[in-house]
């Protein structure tokens, strides 16, 4: 007999589920979170919070199924800028921009908040933890180690580090509201990465 955890599963990667998480997506990069609550995202989807919870199970995992396809869609749109032939520099301030534009913070919150909850429940949100950091880390030192000509171990560590750096200092905006200061400490660590790449 089938568990109640493979009924969502099952109904989280349904056909419905995967165009709600779409329409969650670009509302959410287009407009924000707004005040955080599952009604107001369900309402701007032209649905109810009881429909969003039927198929992800449970309000946790909706936003984590959200979280998700919002970082890979970010994590595509930054390999582009890459691809395009824009400079690790140019490329991370321009990052660190759009995550902590306004409208774009509110998201970074949820993501702490989630974390906060991750910690205590590990179990529950193993698939968050686990792709928090590597998803990102290993897109990024795949590119550090073709574009860059670093060895693997020397790329890994180097995409570890811009995660943590550029995480952090969202939290730390997030926490302070310091735009000014952590976006002056975004910069010097750009440019303090770019020299230590020059030759």
Do not use: C
Not at 143 to 165: H, Y
Request: no cysteine; glycine share 8%; charged share 25%.
């Amino acid at each position: 007999m089938p568990t109640k955890k493979s009924d969502t599963s099952k109904r989280a990667t349904s056909e419905q589920a995967l165009q709600l998480l779409d329409a969650a997506t670009e509302h959410v990069l287009n407009h924000g979170l707004g005040d955080l609550s599952l009604r107001s995202v369900a309402e701007a989807l032209g649905t109810s919070h009881r429909m969003l919870i039927y198929y992800f199970g449970s309000a946790d995992g909706f936003w984590q199924a959200l979280l998700h396809r919002i970082r890979h869609a970010e994590q595509q749109a930054r390999q582009q800028t890459l691809a395009e032939g824009t400079d690790p520099k140019t490329a991370l301030v321009s990052a660190w921009q759009r995550y902590s534009a306004s409208n774009y913070l509110p998201i970074m919150q949820l993501v702490f908040e989630i974390y906060g909850r991750a910690i205590r429940d590990r179990e529950r949100f193993s698939g968050f933890l686990e792709d928090v950091i590597g998803s990102w880390t290993g897109m990024l030192a795949e590119r550090f180690e073709r574009n860059l000509g670093m060895s693997r171990t020397e790329a890994r560590l180097l995409a570890r580090v811009e995660v943590a750096t550029i995480r952090g200092l969202l939290l730390d905006l997030v926490t302070t509201g310091d735009r000014k200061g952590t976006t002056a400490a975004i910069e010097y660590f750009a440019e303090m990465m770019a020299r230590h790449r020059r030759p």
